[in-house]
């Protein structure tokens, strides 16, 4: 028997959280909700899901304080998270990624089918975050090479935290990956 996958989705518009749940369930997800930032960090904390849907303009706590809270727990520091966007702004699509959003949808442009689709590919695909040694093989070298601290210590900007390898495997191929190099 598979294991059935647990869901939250936050997002202060009942009618959005409604749509998605009601198509996730009758998909076999098990949907949890949450009607801002502040009930969704609660209930993640609670049944750690394992991929979160979330709106960005909500009361009391935005989707960005969301995600910023996700992360400060480990038990859901690694949990997965789309957005839901309203409005699609640029610059809310690169914020989302900086902070490690998986998926940036539109909501008026993503069909319950499209959202069942994309969250399949995130808990399906593999991906790998690796940590580097700044005393081990050429890593002075790729530093030096790509501009990075020698340290893999992040700019304060970007977090503070340590650089890191990201690596997603390719079209399921187990010895091809796409690369990335980010903060953590």
Do not use: W
Not at 44 to 57: E, N, Y
Not at 74 to 90: C, K, M, N, Q, W
Not at 136 to 141: E, H, P, Q, R, T
């Amino acid at each position: 028997m598979a294991k059935v996958m647990k869901l939250l989705i936050v997002d202060d518009d009942a009618a959005t959280r409604s749509l998605y749940a009601d198509a996730l369930r009758a998909v076999n997800f098990d949907v949890e909700e949450g009607k801002d930032g502040l009930e969704g960090l609660e209930v993640a904390s609670r049944v750690i899901p394992d991929i979160i849907i979330s709106g960005i303009i909500m009361p009391r706590m935005d989707g960005f304080g969301f995600v910023e809270g996700l992360k400060k727990n480990v038990a859901t520091a690694r949990i997965p998270v789309i957005f839901i966007s309203h409005l699609g702004r640029e610059e809310d699509e690169k914020r989302a990624q900086e902070i490690g959003v998986k998926a940036f949808l539109v909501r008026d442009m993503t069909t319950p089918n499209a959202m069942i689709e994309r969250i399949n590919d995130i808990l399906t695909s593999k991906e790998y975050i690796l940590g580097i040694d700044p005393f081990n093989f050429d890593a002075a070298k790729f530093a030096a090479d790509f501009g990075i601290n020698p340290d893999f210590v992040c700019p304060e900007e970007k977090s503070g935290g340590r650089v890191v390898l990201k690596l997603r495997q390719h079209d399921g191929d187990a010895k091809r990956f796409d690369a990335e190099l980010t903060c953590m």
